[in-house]
């Protein structure tokens, strides 16, 4: 099983101190971050990809490319990129040469985002959210497994005889994982493929969270790709940890009150009570990070947010050393605990790469 962070970029006031860091700063926190995850034995660093204020990480390949030659073991992933406003030629050719740079570390999180203006900012209609997804991913899986591509659709101009460069490495697509929060839709278009399916896990109380990842196993084995225990769930989650759970709570408050997305809304109490969100002791993050898979089933990722509303870069990098020397160890005997033989483990470019040469010597 993976363990890892994924970062959504924002850039906000310290509630705290008052002060807000530059856009330079937060970049370079995010970078802080990643280097970090892998120094304490993490397996993924994810960004997302925003168009607008308060985010950053407008061009996830800039910053992962960036990690890719200051890291050694760590995949880079992203949280999610998007698939509905990107150009589809430019994502297969963008992650390609990251992938290469990467030496494979690369896969995607492929997703429609929750940004309702960047549709018109890059020429597209959010009422046709759903069939861009459709739409620009089948041409995607086209122009990384097929080396000349012909194909006419709605959403872009035809290609005729076209060859994305450079290809995959080694000839194998980085895997992709389909994200969503409330799309059913999506988890159908991941298990069609036989893809990865991540549930963010954040916002939604746990029953919500159970339907979405059964829909996607059931159809996974509808489409013939295993059994629905078989199939490639990631999962995400939001923790804030001290050694004793009060101060936690006595700290985080501020930051929970004025977070972009949820701030002024429930309160804190009510949140972590019907949602993953944990803000307590490290013991308190594995008691609730493990019953994840009570609704979830044996999973392949788990990816914590760390580092938004404001949080100052040393706040978060102490939680990412709590996680790679306090929590995730336990995390990883607790979930081996029992996990089926059958249960596949999270692909990876070698995995893949392998699965692909047993295939030509059967052929």
Do not use: C
């Not at 992709?176 to 069609?192: F, K, L």
Request: proline letters at 7%; charged letters at 25%; aromatic letters at 10%.
């Amino acid at each position: 099983m993976q363990f890892g962070i994924f970062t959504v970029g924002d850039v906000a006031t310290d509630p705290h101190t008052g002060r807000t860091p530059t856009e330079h700063e937060r970049i370079k926190a995010m970078v802080a971050i990643a280097l970090k995850a892998e120094e304490v034995g993490l397996d993924v660093f994810a960004t997302g990809e925003h168009h607008n204020p308060p985010f950053v990480p407008s061009s996830p390949t800039t910053l992962l490319g960036h990690v890719a030659a200051r890291t050694e073991r760590i995949i880079l992933s992203t949280s999610t990129a998007l698939i509905t406003t990107n150009d589809p030629v430019k994502i297969a050719e963008d992650y390609a040469m990251l992938q290469h740079l990467a030496d494979g570390r690369v896969d995607l999180m492929m997703g429609r985002g929750n940004t309702g203006p960047v549709y018109p900012w890059f020429g597209k209609d959010i009422r046709e959210g759903i069939s861009l997804a459709i739409e620009n991913y089948a041409l995607l899986r086209r122009l990384w497994r097929e080396d000349v591509v012909n194909w006419e659709g709605k959403f872009r101009t035809p290609l005729q005889g076209f060859t994305s460069t450079p290809r995959p490495l080694d000839g194998v697509a980085p895997f992709v994982w389909h994200g969503s929060i409330r799309s059913p839709e999506i988890a159908e278009q991941a298990a069609y493929y036989g893809d990865g399916f991540f549930h963010n896990n954040i916002f939604w109380p746990a029953d919500h969270t159970q339907r979405m990842v059964e829909l996607y196993r059931s159809r996974y084995a509808h489409y013939g790709h295993g059994t629905p225990e078989q199939a490639i769930v990631g999962l995400g989650g939001q923790v804030f940890m001290r050694r004793n759970s009060q101060d936690a709570v006595k700290e985080f408050r501020p930051y929970f009150d004025n977070a972009p997305v949820y701030g002024h809304g429930p309160s804190l109490e009510d949140f972590t009570e019907q949602t993953p969100l944990t803000v307590g002791s490290p013991e308190q993050v594995i008691e609730k990070t493990l019953k994840f898979r009570e609704y979830a089933g044996d999973y392949q990722r788990q990816l914590f947010l760390v580092d938004h509303a404001g949080l100052p870069l040393k706040t978060v990098l102490e939680q990412i050393d709590m996680l790679g020397e306090e929590v995730v160890p336990v995390l990883r005997k607790e979930f081996a605990a029992g996990r089926p033989a059958d249960v596949p483990e999270a692909p990876t470019h070698a995995s893949l790469l392998a699965a692909e040469r047993n295939k030509e010597v059967v052929a």
